[in-house]
């Protein structure tokens, strides 16, 4: 499976951003976003199911992130909202056959997107 992430840039602190993603099939039970920024480990952003279209969020994204899909065009998008300076970050998405108790490792995945870096000034 081939991901193509988009829509990262630059925003100020409280504004709003969106991500795309595209996969060329739609294969696994996962698609999910995470994040790193420099010097930090990568970290869980939020996850959907393709079936049933469950969300779940990290913490420090729940409230102001929101994921959504588009079956029709295998794409997954992430609109950010209130983003704050510490959102700054290279975001990637990534596709598996993840599980209820694994979806927010990134070893749950096995195809990930090139990563788009959104910068966040305040």
């Known amino acids: 499976v081939q991901l193509q992430a988009s829509g990262g840039g630059l925003a100020q602190a409280g504004g709003s951003l969106t991500l795309s993603c595209a996969a060329s099939r739609r294969t696994f039970t996962f698609m999910a976003w995470f994040r790193q920024a420099p010097g930090k480990e990568r970290e869980f952003v939020g996850a959907i199911r393709w079936n049933g279209g469950t969300k779940y969020y990290a913490d420090s994204v729940k409230g102001r992130f929101t994921i959504s899909r588009d079956n029709a065009k295998n794409a997954v998008y992430l609109l950010m909202n209130n983003l704050k300076p510490e959102d700054t970050a290279v975001y990637s998405c990534?596709?598996?056959?993840?599980?209820?108790?694994?979806?927010?490792?990134?070893?749950?995945?096995?195809?990930w997107g090139q990563g788009t870096q959104l910068t966040v000034s305040s």
């Open positions: 990534a596709t598996g056959n993840a599980i209820l108790s694994s979806f927010k490792s990134k070893e749950s995945y096995s195809s």
